[in-house]
């Protein structure tokens, strides 16, 4: 049982209207492609909005010229995108547009990128622009930042230390974790920079299987504790040690953020943004799809399990399978005694929505368990609320507020 079965909180945002409420013809379209990760990575572009880092016409007017399922009329629109902003950004005397142009000349050409095959030629040299484009934005911005370079096996960790204002020693260090096929650029303008602006420290960092150190060559481990532990380490070496720390998983770190508090106590709270209780389970019908003629033909399954060998390190689908069958937290959730939160997208295109009772099931000595269901209309139906950035600062900082009483400046 739960420590204490009164602390599992269950909130749904926004009821659906009754039939009826909504015209059945005439509406309008919501859906920017047929191809759903084509769809779901425009709303991931357009995430970026409320921080500066995106703009909304700049990005309907490109996918207006990009043909659905063309992975590679997709990278040629967004990195046109990005170039034009890139002069923007150049040519930009005052330094708040400057910054922000830097900024969505970074995320269109991250978002350029996304989709090609891990050995398409073009990979290396937009992933090292879009990293320069992010470093001028951030440098433009005045916000301090911290580069932390953390040995781990035989490369290197990335980590950003964003220090808070002052006051910020007495709130809870935000710790911030990417998934399947994040990079540590985004993970400021998706929360870091809205940490900040409520007076919170925040560490954010990539591992194995993510970002730079992937491009060099470290994959995936299941054992996530191994590296977060190395990134903590090298933090607490030069820094004070926090009042409180929350970690925060985004995507597959729904998997990866549990995983850590399970096996360090020096985490107090953690928010899976969204459940991923079972890697496999939820990868079952592309791993499927991946096994059948059919399957090369589907965009979605093409990319999905290209990735996923990437970031595995393997080759054939059955070693891949059996690569990621040890990503579950079904061995190791009775070890997780923190304040926990769960948050689900009711029309998750990745994750089975049951996986988010089975996660608070399994959670039966966690200090207190919280969980957060969208659904569509709310905006935030999506894998992890992604089209909806307000929805998801609004959840985890009110969660971090009342399971540690850390008030807004």
């Known amino acids: 049982m739960l420590a204490d079965p009164s602390a599992v909180t269950t909130t749904a945002h926004t009821p659906v209207p009754p039939a ?13 492609f047929g191809t759903q990760n084509f ?13 500066g880092s995106a703009d909304i016409n700049e990005v309907l007017e490109t996918v207006k010229l990009i043909t659905d399922g063309d992975v590679q009329g997709w990278y040629t629109a967004w990195a046109a995108l990005a170039d034009r ?6 040519s930009t005397d005052d330094q708040i547009s400057k910054r922000n142009a830097y900024m969505r000349a970074y995320n269109y050409q991250r978002t350029a990128e996304f989709l090609l095959p891990p050995e398409d030629p073009k990979r290396p040299s937009s992933w090292t622009k879009s990293l320069t484009y992010f470093e001028k934005g951030l440098e433009i911005s005045g916000v301090r930042c911290e580069r932390l370079k953390v040995p781990y096996r035989e490369g290197n960790l990335r980590a950003h230390y964003f220090p808070g204002a002052p006051g910020s020693e007495d709130k ?6 990417g998934g399947f096929d994040s990079v540590l650029e985004e993970l400021y303008p998706f929360l870091g920079k809205a940490a900040l602006a409520r007076g919170y420290s925040v560490l954010a960092y990539e591992g194995p299987g993510q970002g730079q150190p992937l491009r060099d060559g470290l994959k995936f481990t299941p054992e996530w504790e191994k590296p977060t532990g190395g990134v903590l380490d090298a933090f607490l070496a030069t820094h004070a040690k926090p009042k409180q720390i929350v970690l925060i998983g985004m995507s597959m770190g729904g998997y990866f953020a549990p995983r850590v508090a399970a096996f360090d106590e020096r985490i107090n709270g953690v928010v899976a943004w969204d459940t991923l209780f079972d890697f496999v389970d939820a990868a079952a019908p592309i791993f499927n799809l991946a096994a059948s003629p059919i399957g090369a033909t589907i965009p979605d399954v093409l990319w999905g399990y290209n990735n996923a060998r990437w970031t595995a390190g393997t080759s054939r689908l059955e070693d891949t399978v059996k690569a990621f069958a040890a990503y579950t937290l079904a061995p190791v959730a009775d070890r997780i005694r923190q304040h926990v939160l769960i948050m689900a997208g009711e029309v998750d295109h990745f994750i089975p929505f049951h996986q988010t009772a089975d996660f608070a099931q399994a959670l039966i000595n966690a200090k207190s368990v919280t969980i957060k269901t969208f659904n569509r209309i709310s905006g935030g139906g999506e894998h992890c609320q992604t089209g909806n950035l307000t929805l998801v600062h609004a959840t985890i900082f009110d969660w971090v507020q009342r399971k540690f009483g850390a008030s807004q400046p």
Request: charged share 10%; glycine share 10%; no cysteine.
């Open 20 to 32: 009826g409420t909504i015209p059945a013809h005439g509406t309008g379209n919501g859906r920017f």
């Open 39 to 51: 769809h779901f990575q425009t709303l991931r572009a357009l995430m970026e909005a409320p921080s």
């Open 85 to 90: 902003v890139l002069a923007l950004a150049e």
């Open 172 to 177: 809870p260090l935000i710790m911030l974790v």
